[in-house]
């Protein structure tokens, strides 16, 4: 029968399909062709794919929208790679900014091109031909200007401003997309409309901080959420209003409770090891306990995603 | 596996931008199955021809199983693209090359016998061009 | 027989109807219920009701309808002509079940297994036959799976009709001998004139009996087998012969309901879950540390990519 057979892994893999913004593919021509390039991502501090275009004046993301079990039909072709890769605009100075909060700390203000350097990431240094990065450096950084030649210094105070303009802009988009960012299950349980709707602005604060967080390391993230005067979530219980909690007792989570301590912060950021480990130990226990877990997690009971 | 990501991190992609304009406009289908094949396949014999329209909804069947599916337009602002390397460097220390194959401007997606519905996650990963931008944009001094 | 409004669509089901005699909807009424085209691995399988007042049994006896299987096609059209004839007192209906609608259905995430698909049939055809009018008092039907339960389950859907279900009925009743010439004559033509919607441009139509044995049937598999689609339509993709064809003959083909060595893919899901909600920048370079990523795009299955 059908199905029985294992997965053979897709190693000769050589197409993509792709959703690029036309700015990509729009360049006047003399512009050298788009490159696609590894850069530290500072949310992870690993490697992600980027693209610089333009001539490398404007960089962009590369996300893939990943399902498993899928391919594609493009005309008369299989493309076993059921990926979809988003290549969308992205600011360049989040990825500058870990380059000048490292340096930051020696105190004094350099060149630029002194301070965004990295061995691993040799492409690094053309982020600041993007169109955007040298001119917007104020909002990270200050500046000093000697003869021809200008000189910065992370600014903490500086880049949080900037954040929160970033954050106002996201609830826009949020809430213009109507996407539903609330913990907790959509109650009838706000009996005060004035709760609800603080509640809410809270809900999109968070959301948008959420957001930003894919973009900075997780020191600034963390004093980022101070600043948007936003307490810090350690675990689901400490944090979901009495309501929410009753709310949620009403659901189906007998295994809710062993597992809880996975769901805090500081079990995610524990090293990759300790990971395996626990996702091991988790493949041993009960798997009604598991599906449980699993429908613990599931969008639809988001109250207890934080 | 790390040595090699850690060694092309010198090597980049090129991507063929004039090969856009010669690329073929094309339709696209988004299948809940992994294929494992990579090249030619009868889709307008087998598959076009079969899918049937209604309303908001088309279905097919593939392998004989029914699939239910629906066309979504890519956000507004944006192409797809079909990139396909051409001339395979011998080591992974060259840079590579992408060319164009084919363009799309909607894509039609396929659930298993599931009707198609905007909680699908390929129709909400359509907000992200938009999120991009507010998350990406340049904000005011 | 007018079979094109299963033609105009031959990949859902379909059903056709005779008129219903006056007499039916006035007079005491047997029914014979019967199906054909169980076994082969291609074309649609049919089931045929014909029904007609309990008062004309012996006309329809002296008419020769007798075991259909026994008949060659040319007789079996001639009776189905005789039938026809009668048609003041036999009504008849079918229900095309394509072969379409037999993959999907016995292939479909809950497994819908053609013994089912049979029995639902059966008793949507009954129903019809009561929601026009007729004055059903006796029911036979032919069965290929234990007589007893099936007959139990019909009574109690069926009550105040007396419910018999044989194995070869076709042979014992004539009534459910004419169901079976109505459905077999059916299925012999739509068959023979299959129209197939895949554009395939002449297709050979020496396909045998369909049974998976016919050695003619056997070679034209093998010769319309495409490694990617696998079939027409007008193949049964649930059937083994089918199965076993394309897993030696096309590209595999996974989906998320695959049945993989049990439990492990059942724990490999659930690590899984596990992993995405962490989403422990899967593949982001060895030295990073784990982030989690935000649930709007965890929602959206969207990450970060790391080469192309």
């Known amino acids: ?306 | 596996m790390s040595g090699y990501r850690m060694s092309c991190n010198n090597t980049v992609t090129h991507l063929q931008v004039s090969s856009v304009g010669q690329a073929k406009q094309e339709p696209v289908h988004l299948l809940p199955c992994e294929i494992e094949h990579n090249g030619p396949a009868k889709v307008s014999e087998f598959f076009t021809s079969t899918t049937k329209d209604h309303k908001q909804e088309k279905t097919v069947s593939f392998r004989g199983r029914g699939l239910k599916g629906q066309e979504i337009a890519l956000p507004q602002g944006y192409t797809g693209l079909v990139l396909k390397e051409i001339n395979k460097p011998g080591s992974d220390q060259e840079d590579r090359t992408v060319r164009a194959s084919s363009v799309f401007d909607s894509l039609t997606y396929w659930n298993l016998e599931t009707p198609p519905n905007s909680d699908d996650p390929v129709v909400m990963a359509m907000d992200w061009p938009e999120l991009a931008d507010a998350i990406h944009g340049p904000v005011a001094d | 027989m007018d079979l094109s409004p299963f033609e105009a669509n031959n990949s859902v089901s379909c059903r056709l109807v005779s008129q219903i005699p006056d007499v039916c909807r006035t007079e005491d009424c047997c029914l014979g219920i019967d199906e054909a085209g169980r076994g082969p691995v291609l074309g649609p399988m049919v089931y045929g009701i014909c029904f007609c007042p309990v008062s004309k049994k012996e006309e329809l006896k002296d008419s020769k309808v007798a075991d259909s299987k026994t008949l060659s096609e040319e007789e079996r059209e001639n009776l189905f002509q005789k039938l026809d004839e009668a048609k003041s007192y036999v009504g008849w209906a079918l229900q095309i079940l394509s072969p379409n609608t037999i993959s999907t259905s016995m292939l479909q995430r809950t497994k819908y297994n053609l013994n089912a698909l049979s029995h639902d049939t059966a008793i949507d055809l009954i129903q019809y036959a009561l929601d026009s009018g007729v004055q059903l008092k006796e029911v036979f039907v032919d069965t290929v799976g234990p007589a007893e339960k099936y007959e139990q389950k019909l009574s109690q859907r069926f009550p105040g009709i007396d419910v018999t279900v044989r194995p070869k009925a076709d042979s014992l009743f004539p009534i459910v001998s004419a169901a079976s010439i109505c459905a077999k004559v059916a299925r012999d033509r739509v068959v023979k004139g299959w129209n197939f919607t895949e554009d395939l441009g002449e297709v050979d139509t020496d396909y045998g009996s369909g049974y998976p044995n016919d050695p003619k049937t056997k070679a034209w598999l093998l010769k319309y087998l495409d490694p990617v689609f696998g079939y027409p339509q007008f193949v049964r993709f649930s059937w083994s012969t089918a199965q076993t064809l394309m897993d030696s003959k096309a590209v595999t083909v996974h989906w998320d309901d695959d049945e993989e060595a049990g439990e492990k893919a059942a724990q490999r899901q659930n690590n899984r879950s596990m992993l995405s909600y962490f989403s422990a920048a899967v593949g982001g370079g060895d030295q990073s540390a784990p982030h989690q990523t935000h649930r709007f795009f965890t929602e959206r299955k969207l990450k970060s990519v790391d080469a192309l």
């Open chain 1, 1 to 306: 029968m059908a199905g029985k057979k294992k997965r053979t892994p897709n190693l000769q893999n050589d197409s993509w399909v792709v959703v690029a913004a036309d700015s990509v593919i729009n360049t006047k021509k003399h512009d050298s062709d788009p490159t696609f390039v590894r850069l530290r991502n500072p949310a992870t501090d690993g490697a992600s794919l980027y693209l610089l275009g333009s001539g490398d004046t404007q960089l962009y993301e590369v996300k893939a929208f990943e399902e498993d079990f899928h391919s594609w039909f493009v005309g008369q072709i299989v493309n076993r790679d059921g990926r979809l890769l988003f290549v969308t605009p992205m600011d360049p100075l989040y990825l500058i900014l870990p380059y000048l909060i490292k340096s930051g700390n020696e105190g004094k203000f350099q060149p630029v091109h002194q301070v965004v350097m990295d061995e691993e990431f040799p492409a690094c240094s053309r982020l600041l031909s993007c169109t955007r990065a040298q001119a917007s450096l104020h909002h990270i950084a200050e500046e000093k200007e000697v003869g021809s030649q200008k000189f910065y210094r992370y600014s903490q105070e500086r880049t949080m401003n900037w954040l929160k303009k970033k954050v106002e802009r996201i609830v826009v988009a949020l809430k213009k997309k109507n996407i539903s960012v609330g913990e907790g299950v959509k109650s009838s349980t706000y009996v005060r409309a004035q709760i609800k709707s603080e509640d809410q602005e809270d809900d999109y604060l968070r959301y948008a901080h959420g957001l930003i967080s894919e973009y900075i390391c997780e020191d600034l993230s963390k004093a980022f959420l101070k600043h948007l005067g936003l307490p810090e979530l350690t675990s689901p219980k400490e944090t979901e209003p009495p309501s929410k909690k009753r709310k949620l007792s009403d659901k189906p989570v007998e295994a809710g409770e062993d597992y809880t301590k996975f769901n805090s912060a500081d079990f995610a950021r524990k090293p990759p090891k300790k990971m395996t480990a626990a996702q091991k130990s988790l493949a041993k226990v009960d798997k009604s306990g598991m599906k449980t877990m699993s429908s613990f997690f599931s969008p639809k009971v988001k109250a207890e995603k934080k």
